[in-house]
């Protein structure tokens, strides 16, 4: 049998509390938490069988912005302020299909802000490699600045260690071709943006698999309700992108969204 035909009926799981639901050829799920001195749970929801193609995911930590509860599969909780076009809020139920589900927490970040600067080229860690270059990094935040212009929302800004945050999430699914929001082993998406040393009010995370260009994940993105909450939180400041190649040629895309302290 075709290996690509093998591929085909592994399915992609996010460690999450709820089942995403499919975004044209792609997955789609979402999660969030609270920075305080409370430390919510990061609520991930997971990514449906891999029968369709390509797969995406999404998890966010609130940012100055309203509650974002995206429609697929997913439950977000409540967000610090937020500006007036901030998307709206809401719940969504959970499927009862089969992924599995976990609750990571995330700490109160210890560390202060970096400056805002032009994204780096991807990079790649073990047997995952390089998915584009500087070139492919801007033109994703040059897409996710146009939809946001569209909604009234504020551009984001590159920030270096949100790319590095993003880029080595990226080669981690790539270097074990699976697409999760933390992976065996991992600290949860709020830590590993905190590590890079970026003191977040609110932080997010988009990720996506099997999407050959900027343009094609975007468009999975957007055709799911969550994934959208978070490229339209007009809370979030900063934005940083990663993308990574398996060694089958999947592309492992990642987006983290923040806004500092």
């Not at 990663?242 to 987006?255: E, F, I, N, R």
Request: hydrophobic letters at 30%; a positive charge.
């Amino acid at each position: 049998m075709p290996a690509h035909a093998r591929r085909r009926r592994i399915p992609y799981v996010l460690t999450a509390a709820a089942v995403a639901g499919v975004i044209g050829l792609g997955y789609a799920g979402i999660a969030a938490a609270r920075s305080s001195s409370d430390d919510k749970d990061a609520q991930l929801t997971a990514a449906a069988p891999r029968d369709v193609a390509p797969a995406a995911t999404e998890e966010s930590l609130p940012v100055p912005s309203s509650s974002v509860s995206p429609s697929p599969t997913l439950t977000t909780s409540p967000t610090p302020a937020a500006s007036p076009s901030a998307r709206p809020t809401g719940s969504a139920t959970t499927p009862a299909t089969k992924p599995a589900t976990t609750r990571p927490t995330t700490k109160r970040p210890t560390k202060k802000p970096t400056k805002t600067t032009q994204p780096p080229a991807p990079g790649n860690t073990g047997g995952g490699s390089s998915g584009g270059d500087s070139g492919t990094v801007s033109e994703v935040i040059r897409l996710v600045n146009a939809e946001r212009k569209e909604a009234g929302c504020g551009s984001l800004a590159g920030e270096s260690r949100l790319h590095r945050a993003a880029q080595k999430h990226s080669d981690r699914q790539a270097d074990q071709n699976n697409m999760s929001h933390q992976l065996p082993g991992e600290a949860s998406m709020g830590d590993r943006v905190t590590a890079e040393g970026y003191r977040w009010g609110g932080v997010a995370e988009n990720v996506a698999a099997g999407y050959r260009t900027p343009d094609a994940v975007m468009e999975g993105w957007m055709n799911s309700a969550g994934h959208k909450a978070n490229i339209l939180n007009c809370g979030y400041k900063h934005i940083g992108v990663g993308v990574a190649k398996s060694g089958d040629g999947t592309l492992y895309w990642t987006q983290n969204f923040a806004s500092p302290l």
